[in-house]
Nanobody, 115 residues
Framework: QVQLVESGGGLVQVGGSLRLSCAAS????????MGWFRQAPGKEREFVAVISQSGDDTPYADSVKGRFTISRDNAKFTVYLRMNSLRPEDTAVYYC????????WGQGTQVTVSS
C-alpha cells in the first residue's frame, strides 16, 4: 500500500504560480498512475489531472488545461502539479492520489488564490 504526502500549497495572488508536490512511499511508485483532485468549499471533489505510470499520458480537466502541468519523477517517487495563471476559482484543497488496484489519497494541501 502506498502512502502519499502533499506539499507546496499556500496563498498566492491572481495570475501567480505554485508547484505542488506529492511524495510517495510504501510501494513501487512506478506501478501507479498518479493524479490530483481538488475540493473547494461547499463543492464536490473534482478531477484535475492524471499521469500514467510512464508519464506519457496526461489528461487534464478542461478548467485547468493550458495552465496546469502534471509531471512525475519516478526516481524521486514524486508527482508534481505546476499551476500557472492562477484564478480565484482555483482555490481549493488539492489532493494527490495513486491508482493501481485501488485508489489511495493524500491528506490534501490548501491552495488559496486571492484577488
Amino acid at each position: 500500500q502506498v502512502q502519499l504526502v502533499e506539499s507546496g500549497g499556500g496563498l498566492v495572488q491572481v495570475g501567480g504560480s505554485l508547484r505542488l508536490s506529492c511524495a510517495a512511499s510504501g510501494d513501487t511508485f512506478s506501478n501507479y498512475a498518479m493524479g490530483w483532485f481538488r475540493q473547494a468549499p461547499g463543492k464536490e471533489r473534482e478531477f484535475v489531472a492524471v499521469i500514467s505510470q510512464s508519464g506519457d499520458d496526461t489528461p487534464y480537466a478542461d478548467s485547468v488545461k493550458g495552465r496546469f502541468t502534471i509531471s512525475r519523477d519516478n526516481a524521486k517517487f514524486t508527482v508534481y502539479l505546476r499551476m500557472n495563471s492562477l484564478r480565484p476559482e482555483d482555490t481549493a484543497v488539492y489532493y494527490c492520489y495513486a491508482d493501481r488496484n485501488a485508489r489511495y489519497w493524500g491528506q490534501g494541501t490548501q491552495v488559496t488564490v486571492s484577488s
